[in-house]
Each structure stands twice: as structure tokens, then as C-alpha cells.
């Protein structure tokens, strides 16, 4: 089993847990993911990026937004429950070495993932610009940490209610057209990362997503995580998750993301229908 040890809600919907968990704090490296699960013998298998080890405590942060009705019930867990699986470290860490001028651009919950590349690139000597993103002022995750790792913060939001009213692309664009970018970083929601990559492109930039794509047991044997790049076909476990951006068919990704959709709504009306008969039956 492996504890909760610490849970913080950091804005609507996104939770972050430090979960004890001794050898994935000590083994993990930038860029890797785990796979949980809350109930060991029916429950959904969930893939979360590290976001964060302390290896001299055992243990590991993730982040996570409660979106469909696994991550709502992983948010309704608290500190000393446990987790009866947490696989990890899985996926192939991120290529870190000095550079140069790295740019990260992260978008919503996509941040978290960042925030550990973001800290091994400024570790290895780099030039670290950060730019993040997020619809509105309270869904911005991490800016103290990411504030205290880049040479550069760039703030975005789509509301304008904090930092630059902006997509994350523009002030990417500015920075392609000052100065020579070693390599450019991207982690979002799979439309943003399509057009990070369309920015960089005319400029040259090396580009890495890493892709959020559908994953069930994290070992490349049952292909739901494929994705198209450069036209061959990748598994994001075991492959991934970091790909050439400028290579990646976004499109069909998009589209494979969607699949499930009908599902997961229909699973959290079931959740929400569950919770509201215990509060009924409790208030009786």
C-alpha cells in the first residue's frame, strides 16, 4: 500500500498528494510518470506525470485536475489513505544536458509535469524561460516554483485577469524572433501543443510535447496509448511520453482522446448520483 501523505487542493478541481512511495522517489527522473489505481481489482488505471520526489522522505508528488470519476474519487481521498497501486517510474525520462536558452511552455494542469523539466534544464546550466498558461487567474498552478527556477516568467491568461491576455503562442513568438532557443518544451491540452509547434516551426526550434494520450497498462502490450509520429506508429508508455512535437499527428490524437467521452460523463453522473445518496441517506 502506499500512504497519503500530504494533500493540497491548489485551485478549482486540481489536487497535489505526496504519496509515499520509497523507491519511485529514488529511481524517477525528469519527464517519467506512474500509473495508479484506487481500487486494485475494478478500478480505472490512471497515468500522472511525477511532478515532484523527495527521495530522503520517499516520496512523490502528483497533480492531478478531478475531471472524470477516478480522479473525483482520488480527490476524495485523504492523508493517511493509501493507494493499494503505484506503479512507476515509467516512460522515458527527458534528454537533459546544457543547451542553452530552453523555453517551457506549459498550459493548465500541464504545468505540474513541467515544473520538474523546467528544474533539471536550470540544474544542467541552462537559460530557463518559462511561459504559462491558463484560462483565468485561478487555475494558475505553481508560479512560485516555476518562478523560482526561470530566468524568465511569462504569464498568460485567456480572461486577462492575470498577466498577459494572450494565448501561450504569442509571447513563444516573441521570444523565437529575440533570440536563438535551444529547444522548446511544451505540456498542455493537445491543441495547445499543436500550435507550439506550428510557432516554433518556422524558426527551427527543436520541439518536445509530451503527449497525454489514453494509457491502460503502461507497458506497450495493449496499445492504447498509440500515436502517429512522423507517420510510424509510437506507444506514449514506452516510447513516450516526450515526442518531436514537429512530427506528431496532434489531429489524430485529438480525436483518439475523445473516445471515451460519452463514458466518463456518464461515469461521473453516476458518482455524483452515488455521493448525493449518501449525503440523503446520512442526513436521515
Known sequence: MFPILQKEQLSADVYSMWIHAPLIAEERRAGQFIILQIDEQFGERIPLTIADADPEKGAVRIIFQAVGASTKKLAMMNEGDALPVFLGPLGQPTHIEKKGTVVCVGGGIGVAPMHPIAQAMKQAGNK?????????????????????????????????????????????KEVCEREAIAECVTIGPPIMMKFCALTTLPYAVPTTASLNSIMIDGTGMCGGCRVMVGGKIKFVCVDGPEFDAHQVDFDNLIKRNRAFTAREREDSCNLFKMAEAKQNEAQR
Do not use: N, Q
Not at 518562478?147 to 503562442?169: N, P, Q
Open 128 to 172: 530557463v524561460i518559462v511561459i504559462m498558461g491558463a484560462r483565468t487567474k485561478d487555475l494558475l498552478i505553481l508560479e512560485k516554483e516555476m518562478a523560482a527556477i526561470a530566468d524568465e516568467l511569462i504569464i498568460c491568461t485567456d480572461d486577462g485577469s492575470y498577466g498577459r491576455k494572450a494565448l501561450v503562442t504569442e509571447p513563444l
